[in-house]
């Protein structure tokens, strides 16, 4: 008799090398982990957890960890890889990433994406509600919902439509901050500002939300782009760099404009 393919699969043993922090201001330090029997159809993060029944049956404290969707939807699953944000895929979140990429003996270090705008919580869980923040200042527009108008009431040249839900993509994960050595949050936000500010209903409140959103992430301490892309390089959607770009042009034009005109308040979002 044939085995299946799944089971016929070798099964391997790897060692995470994970940080283990109990708090903010705690002390942090690796701690190795055996996995021992891991099949290359696992996913990262099951590999994580089965680590963590383990801990858990030996009545030690779990490793904490963020995730939600488990694909690649949420942006919750944040954490450094060998080095590399999301790990060593292309791509691809976390929780996308198969264990089939590493192989038997090999040791995976695990660690927090590690910004100051992104403090500690605990192990490899971090705070990125500056993020948050962020789009609070200007990431919406203002219009009654309940009342949707046809979506084809408003034509939308297809280059702009397909450069917006490129933009759209961004799942707020975290790792462009985490991958710059600036830890500049210039393309999320690049994302956010361009994905309204390439479509008509974007229009009215343009100005305003790319000078609140910058000043927001200014003040939430991120750093400057100093154009080495590493941002780009780790996009779990391959959001290119080039928004950064059209961001930058959009906030001189509105900035110039201001000193001429008052921008218009926010009226508030999307109520
Ligand atoms: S731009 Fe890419 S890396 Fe940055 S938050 Fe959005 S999805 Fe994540
Ligand atoms: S858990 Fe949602 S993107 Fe990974």
């Known amino acids: 008799m044939v085995a299946p393919a799944s089971v016929s699969k070798q099964l391997f043993s790897v060692t995470l090398r994970v940080w283990r922090q109990a708090g903010p201001t705690q002390p942090g330090q690796f701690v190795d982990y055996p996995a021992a029997n891991v099949s290359p159809d696992m996913s990262f ?30 942006g919750t699953c944040s954490c450094t890889i060998n080095g590399k944000p999301h790990g060593p895929g292309h791509g691809i979140a976390t929780c996308q990433l198969y264990m089939r990429t590493f192989k038997d003996g090999d040791i995976i270090v695990v660690e927090p994406f590690r910004a100051r705008a992104f403090p500690l919580i605990k192990d490899l869980v971090t705070d990125r509600s500056a993020f948050d923040k962020i789009q609070q200042a200007g990431g919406f527009i203002s219009v009654r919902t309940g009342a949707a108008p046809d979506a084809n009431s408003i034509p939308v040249p297809k280059e702009d439509a397909d450069l917006a839900m490129d933009a759209a993509t961004c799942i707020g994960c975290g790792a462009c901050v985490a991958a710059c050595k600036n830890a500049s949050a210039m393309l999320f936000v690049a994302a956010k500002v361009s994905h309204l500010g390439l479509l008509p209903q974007g229009q009215p409140e343009r100005d305003r939300r790319v000078l609140a959103m910058v000043q927001t992430m200014d003040e939430a301490g991120f750093g400057n782009c100093t154009n080495q892309y590493e941002c780009s390089a780790v996009c779990p959607k391959l959001i290119p760099h080039d928004f950064i770009a059209r961001m930058n042009r959009d906030y001189v034009k509105a900035l110039f404009k201001s000193q001429f005109q008052p921008v218009s308040a926010s009226t508030g979002g999307g109520a």
């Not at 994580?48 to 969707?69: M, R, S």
């Open 45 to 74: 993060l099951e590999c994580l957890d089965v680590v963590n029944d383990g801990l858990t049956v030996a009545n030690d404290e779990p490793i904490a960890f963020a995730h939600d969707c488990r694909e690649g939807i949420c």
